[in-house]
């Protein structure tokens, strides 16, 4: 795959791009399907790279999959719980998921350390914390974890965090497991809806998703079914600030714009014009935006993964806006690449200063993670000149097709 993204900035953008099924959705619900003892099929799956590797992952499993355009038939009826050994975990984050879903499944996994972006520490003690509780024991021990129970029973868990991984992890863990298991402080976010309307659909009894305590009450085997997987908030939100950036008329369809709230409010009090509709927001071309303070929070506040392609907006804002990273406060590295292309931007403990309004002018840039590799699109869509991406197998990583899409608006980007 080429790994250089070419942008000839300046334009101004125009037309509808349709948004693709949540990446952070999709990368929980396929590992869930091998809890299931017969077909799973999904219906909508994202043309992302990562998509690509938790297949690799379930063929190494011996699962059998079908994959035409955007559909996915799981089958794990023949499923081998082998040592996860294969080089794709080490290529995304969720390959954590098969922690769950396989000691669930088997009561036994071995798995070496999932891998991901580069966001500075991403520990999984709350995932481990609370197979614990369900009765495994962990082992680590040369690269590799071994989770291994008699049997799973449940448990009350309380999360010191709301993370999004461990609050799905343990869902799928609990699912099989014997009696009622309680998660509270539980993360909220949609796609944490997703993962339980798809075990309840395959026969588990979720309930409370969505609200910071959700209980799980056993079965004791869950079946096949068919699923849809809900619109990309990230990549909705994603072209929602390329249409501020630089648009004229810019149409986002496939939206559930109450998963972008937070974002929204934001850019309504940075003074970008929009419509927001049913299913779609429409953003029209808005001048003189003023700096914000963000702050980023788990959901509903606002999504960590859209302070860096906001962090671009602020850019051309006038004004000091200032950034709070509270997930990950090492999450800055596209600062560093945007003041290469002009911007003045200081980083320091967990924040960004955003001094704009600052023009941008192309230059030879590096993707250092996916939602950098955003940040740095939009950049190139607004500076002057040519913008070299490199790196970009990040991008390809969670945008379905982010080439022909902006094409399609009128970017000039190869
Ligand atoms: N944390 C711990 N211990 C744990 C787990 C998390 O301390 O056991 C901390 C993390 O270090 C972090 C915070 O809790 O400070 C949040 O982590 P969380 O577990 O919620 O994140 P995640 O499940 O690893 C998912 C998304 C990320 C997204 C975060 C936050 C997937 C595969 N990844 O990660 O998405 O940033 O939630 O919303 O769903 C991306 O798409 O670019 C991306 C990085």
């Not at 449940?154 to 699912?175: C, E, K, P, Q, R």
């Amino acid at each position: 795959m080429e790994d250089v993204i070419k942008i000839r900035g300046g334009r101004k953008l125009n037309g509808e791009v349709h948004i693709s099924s949540a990446k952070n959705a999709a990368v929980a619900l396929i590992p869930a399907a091998v809890l299931a003892n017969h077909v799973v099929t999904f219906l909508d799956i994202p043309n992302i790279s990562d998509i690509d590797s938790l297949v690799e992952l379930l063929e190494f499993l011996n699962v059998n999959v079908i994959r035409r355009q955007n559909t996915l038939v799981i089958d794990p009826g023949e499923i081998q719980n082998v040592t996860m050994n294969h080089e794709a975990v080490t290529r995304l984050r969720a390959s954590y998921y098969f922690l769950g879903a396989l000691l669930g499944r088997f009561k036994k996994v071995k798995m070496k350390m999932p891998g991901g972006c580069d966001l500075g520490p991403r520990p999984i003690n709350l995932h481990l914390k609370g197979f614990e509780a369900l009765g495994a024991v962990v082992d680590y021990d040369n690269g590799f974890y071994t989770i291994e129970a008699e049997h799973l029973h449940g448990n009350n868990i309380y999360l010191d965090f709301a993370s999004v991984g461990a609050t799905i992890n343990i869902m799928m863990a609990a699912a099989l497991a014997d009696g009622r298991t309680t998660i509270e402080n539980a993360a909220k976010e949609p796609e944490i809806i997703d993962v339980a309307t798809l075990l309840n659909k395959m026969g588990a009894e979720i309930r409370g998703a969505g609200t910071d305590i959700i209980t799980i009450d056993g079965v004791k085997e869950l079946s096949g079914c068919v699923h849809e997987i809900i619109p990309d908030r990230i990549e909705a939100g994603t072209y929602i600030i390329i249409g501020a950036a630089c648009g004229e008329h810019v149409k986002v369809n496939n939206v559930i714009p109450q998963h972008l709230d937070a974002l929204l409010s934001k850019l309504q009090d940075m003074g970008v014009k929009m419509n927001v509709g049913s299913d779609y927001v429409e953003i029209f071309a808005s001048d003189n935006l003023h700096a914000v303070d963000i702050k980023t929070l788990p959901y509903p506040g606002l999504a960590t993964d859209l302070q860096q392609p906001l962090t671009t907006l602020l850019t051309k804002a006038v004004g000091v806006s200032k950034v709070t990273e509270t997930i990950y406060p090492e999450r800055f590295k596209h600062c560093h690449e945007l003041n290469k292309m002009g911007a003045d931007i200081e980083v320091y403990n967990g924040q960004s200063i955003i001094n704009g309004p600052t023009p941008l002018h192309g230059d030879v840039l590096t993707a250092t993670d996916l939602r950098c590799g955003a940040a740095l699109i939009i950049a190139g869509l607004i500076g002057e000149g040519e913008t070299v991406i490199r790196d970009a197998y990040h991008i390809y990583r969670g945008y379905d097709s982010i080439k022909e899409k902006l094409r399609a608006l009128g970017a000039d980007i190869e």
